[in-house]
């Protein structure tokens, strides 16, 4: 493997072991969009919901999710507004989080899908 | 391989370690780490290194406030010190580069672009900076 | 977060920092706090407002677009219950309305987002001798601030 292919392993390793922690970040920002719809977003869950925000903003980008990191800091800076978002910018946040959702998830698949690939037949074959 | 040491400093488990492989195996550094403010001093003073990457946003000591600390002490004064953040509007960058810093770099970083990067602020950077 | 005051440090001015943004508070302590006894800093105005009646004070700059009602709520109040703190707004919003609205919440210097250390240590030290001027008993002519990315 070329000295690139095993730095790719090695951030890879890392995003395993820590996707669970990513999960919960963006777990964080969807009951902050589901409580701003049900207008009980209160200050603390906003709090950690723009912690959450900021910590993926700066870590997705790592992984090769330079989209999840934007969608987060989007995220983060509606949150962030003065008077926090309004209810019409709901249907924006949702959107957010929905890509934001569906970016991790394509990760993960993708990193499934490597897992589960079975190794390419054997190419050479005996001759009679 | 580089002699060259560098101290990693974020409280973020994911970040440090793909800093560490980034800087490590990509850079050729070696790379020592700590995960607060507190710690980067300890190590800044026992390990000597000769840059230190150091994130902006971390609990307790923040990385602004490490930063006075490892310049009011003449042992760790000298070793050019990089802030990393995931916040970067120029008005901020400005404001830290003025404080003495070496380097601004921002979050999310790119793992195999990130040791050019370093080298490319520590080359730049005038005597003393940090 | 509230600082217990070094006695070290008492022949600093006390200064308390206002704004949302955990960068900028860390940034502008880091820069001002060589000149200056940082003893508070706060993330929104209900925060700004306690902690300049606690600590009361020489001076705190206070984010004009903090949330909570923002950083002009504040400057009202803070006026009202800490007199004795100038106020200095920090914004990133130049235009004549907004200078008009903090001078009005009594405000004595407005500082733009991103001015350079030098400049903005010199608004303040000259916003604590204009308030301590213009807060005496029998007050004279009105004094003007104005250096370069401040206004009156």
């Known amino acids: ?128 | 391989m580089s002699s060259k040491r560098i101290l990693l400093v974020d409280d973020e488990d994911d970040i440090r370690e793909v800093a560490s492989i980034s800087m490590g195996a990509v850079g050729g550094w070696q790379v020592c780490a700590a995960s607060s403010g507190p710690e980067a001093i300890d190590k800044a003073l026992t390990e000597q290194p000769d840059a230190i990457l150091l994130d902006v946003m971390m609990p307790g000591m923040d990385g602004l406030a490490t930063f006075q600390r490892l310049q009011g002490d003449p042992r760790t004064r000298e070793i050019p010190v990089i802030l990393l953040t995931a916040k970067a509007h120029p008005a901020d960058r400005r404001g830290f580069e003025e404080l003495g810093v070496a380097g601004v770099l921002s979050k999310p970083f790119d793992p195999m672009a990130l040791p050019g990067q370093v080298a490319e602020l520590l080359r730049d950077a005038p005597v003393g900076a940090g | 977060m509230t600082h217990r005051r070094d006695p070290s440090r008492s022949h600093l001015p006390s200064l308390l920092i206002a704004d949302d943004d955990p960068v900028i508070c860390s940034l502008l302590t880091a820069q001002l706090s060589r000149s200056f006894d940082v003893v508070a800093s706060a993330g929104d105005a209900e925060q700004a407002i306690a902690l300049a009646v606690e600590h009361r004070p020489d001076i705190a700059i206070v984010d004009m677009q903090m949330p909570a009602g923002g950083g002009l709520r504040a400057a009202r109040e803070m006026h009202a219950l800490a007199p004795a703190t100038a106020i200095v707004a920090l914004s990133a919003d130049e235009s004549d309305g907004m200078v008009r609205d903090v001078i009005q919440a009594g405000a004595i210097a407005y500082v733009r987002k991103g001015v350079a250390a030098h400049e903005l240590m010199t608004t303040l030290r000259r916003s604590i001798e204009a308030h301590v001027l213009l807060s005496s008993p029998a007050p004279g002519d009105p004094v003007t601030i104005a250096t370069a990315g401040t206004q009156l």
Do not use: Y
């Open chain 1, 1 to 128: 493997m070329s000295p690139d292919g095993s730095v790719h392993e090695a951030i890879d390793a890392i995003w395993h072991a820590n996707r669970g922690e990513m999960a919960r970040r963006i777990a964080t920002l969807e009951e902050a969009v589901c409580a701003l719809r049900s207008d009980e977003l209160d200050d603390e869950l906003r709090a950690r919901a723009i912690c959450d925000a900021h910590k993926l903003a700066g870590a997705l980008g790592m992984f090769d999710l330079a989209t999840g990191s934007e969608l987060s800091r989007e995220l983060e800076h509606s949150l962030e507004a003065a008077g926090g978002p309004l209810a019409g910018e709901l249907a924006r946040l949702a959107e957010l989080v929905l890509a934001l959702r569906a970016e991790f998830e394509n990760r993960m698949s993708a990193r499934q899908v490597a897992d589960l690939t079975p190794s390419p037949p054997p190419t050479s074959k005996v001759m009679p």
